[in-house]
């Protein structure tokens, strides 16, 4: 079937202002051409250290800005383009979970409000009776008990409130939860617990996600592929296994190589990269990690490397894959 939600080559490039005359002077390529689908049911990870433009790709998603160019197609339908009117019954079907489950709460409100606004907003219910049963349905969903709908975001520790958040996502019936870093300020025990429970939630529900995060450990557990961005564009996108096993790309490589793995012996090598990532003020010519990466070499900074298939639904954009396998440190099952 088609896929629930389609990324073509989607651009936001933020105007810098500034001057004597305060016009334009730059842009900041935030987002730089990332295309990428994801099918009903499936988790796909967008991976990158933090400034790459991930968070950018989910908001244009969300349309929380108009993108500078690409689209967005929700089920079939280009939504980057449509007017708010016509999208609105268009946004209950992609939710959004944040960071800060501190922050995303109303303090003002209990906890049966807060799941009941989108329950009521999107016209989901027939009556009063509806939405409590519905409440206590999204409790359930959550584990988290039912008699605690009449309390405060307050009372409810870190990780109880990013249950909460996940549960208001849930009230609207999505087909796809964006998740932008939604454990990544909870503590480590914490973080196991939600990134299961959204792992139920998906399988359970049919849900799909975009789960956006700067730790691979985490992605590992909980997604079906991977798509890593670097600098405003996608460098690599794979299967989970496939990535996790033999990265086509240095950067990929390179990320994965800080992740602690619990077999001894199996830990790879660690690369640390020189230098910082550029600014996406000026993101260098030809492949933007060339400036940093291990094995770059006198095209690298000419020309700018497209993805392409390495193999089967594995793929990266990197020169190295031009050469012939004995001059390609990435070719091969083990990247060896
Ligand atoms: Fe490195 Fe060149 Fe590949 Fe870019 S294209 S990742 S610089 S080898
Ligand atoms: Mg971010």
Known sequence: SAPILEVNDLK???????????????????VDGVSFSIARGETLSLVGESGCGKSTVGKAILRLFDITGGQVVLDGQRIDDMP??????????????FQDPFSSLNPRMRVRDILAEPIRNFGLASDAADIERRVGDLMDRVRLPRDAVGRWPHEFSGGQRQRICIARALAAEPDLIICDEAV?????????????????????????MLFISHDLAIVE????????MYLGKIV??????????APKHPYTEALLSAVPVPEPGAQ???????????SPIKPPKGCRFHTRCPYAFD???????????????HWAACHLHDRP?????????RGA
């Open 12 to 30: 936001k490039h933020f105007p810098i202002h500034g001057g004597f005359f305060g016009g334009t002077t730059g842009y900041v390529y935030a």
């Open 84 to 97: 708010s009117g016509r999208l609105r019954p268009l946004r209950r079907r992609m939710q959004v979970v």
């Open 184 to 208: 990544s300020a909870l503590d480590v025990s914490v973080k196991a617990q939600i990134v299961n429970l959204l792992q139920d939630l998906q399988k359970e529900l049919g849900l799909a």
């Open 221 to 228: 557990h909980m997604t079906h592929r991977v798509a890593v």
């Open 236 to 245: 690599e996108v794979a299967p989970k296994r496939s990535l996790f096993a």
């Open 268 to 278: 790879r090598e660690r690369i640390i990269l020189k230098g910082d990532v550029p």
């Open 299 to 313: 095209r690298c900074s000419r020309d700018e490397p497209v993805l392409r298939q390495t193999e089967e639904g």
């Open 325 to 333: 396998a004995a001059e390609n440190p990435l070719a091969g099952e």
